[in-house]
């Protein structure tokens, strides 16, 4: 049996996040089929300069290529900043390229306090698919996130369904056929001299 390893990239550095507690939901049903190994890739543990490409593997950067890379399925988990998504995510992406994505199934979640929770999902899946990942089609905003948690758990059951539903399918999308390498993997290389 080929084990399947489903991470979660967590773009919160906050203590008591909801996007890490929605995140590890997700991977709490994904962890429910034997075949599965999950992986938090906690960006609070990760010591990762403002990416520079100067530099030659900084900080804990190395580390997190690898559990990026090792992963078939990849959650991508966000708070909404600004109608966008949160700068440590977008560091840590800058770090990963095509070797970590391609070939590699992403799931999107995102939380806001607001109303207005989308933008950090366009904007993700614009960047996933800049890196030929094959992004599942179901993704979840929790919008006015504090009002759906009580006690560190999602008391909402339609927001807890969509998360429960986005768990699954990175199980059961881990391995679709890959797509072939798009012109950008052989020539947008990041800015090598
Ligand atoms: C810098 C910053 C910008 C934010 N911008 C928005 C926003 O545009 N829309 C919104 O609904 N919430 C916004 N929020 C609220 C966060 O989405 C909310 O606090 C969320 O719970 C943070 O995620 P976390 O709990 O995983 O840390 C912002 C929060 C911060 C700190």
Redesign the pocket.
């Known amino acids: 049996m080929d084990t399947i390893r489903v991470a979660a990239l967590v773009g919160?550095l906050?203590e008591?996040?909801?996007?890490?507690l929605a995140c590890d939901r997700a991977l709490a049903v994904a962890d429910s089929d034997d075949r599965v190994e999950t992986d938090c890739i906690d960006l609070r543990e990760f010591d990762l300069p403002v990416y520079n490409s100067d530099l030659d593997e900084p900080g804990d950067s190395a580390e997190l290529l690898d559990r990026v890379e090792r992963a078939d399925s990849v959650l991508l988990g966000s708070?909404?900043?600004?109608?966008s998504y949160s700068a440590p995510l977008k560091n840590a992406l800058d770090y990963c390229g095509f070797d970590e994505f391609e070939d590699t199934t992403v799931g999107l979640l995102t939380?806001?306090?607001?109303?207005?929770?989308t933008g950090a999902l366009d904007h993700l899946r614009i960047v996933a698919r800049a890196v030929n990942a094959w992004v599942l089609p179901h993704q979840v905003a929790i919008?006015n996130?504090?009002s759906r948690y009580e006690d560190g758990e999602l008391v909402d059951e339609d927001y807890a369904e969509r998360v429960d539903t986005l768990g699954r399918r990175l199980v059961e999308y881990a391995n679709i056929e890959p797509s072939p390498a798009t012109v950008e993997s052989e020539s947008n290389v990041g800015a090598d001299d």
């Open positions: 919160s906050r008591g996040s909801y996007t890490r708070p909404n900043y600004h109608g939380v806001a306090g607001g109303s207005f929770p919008p996130v504090s």
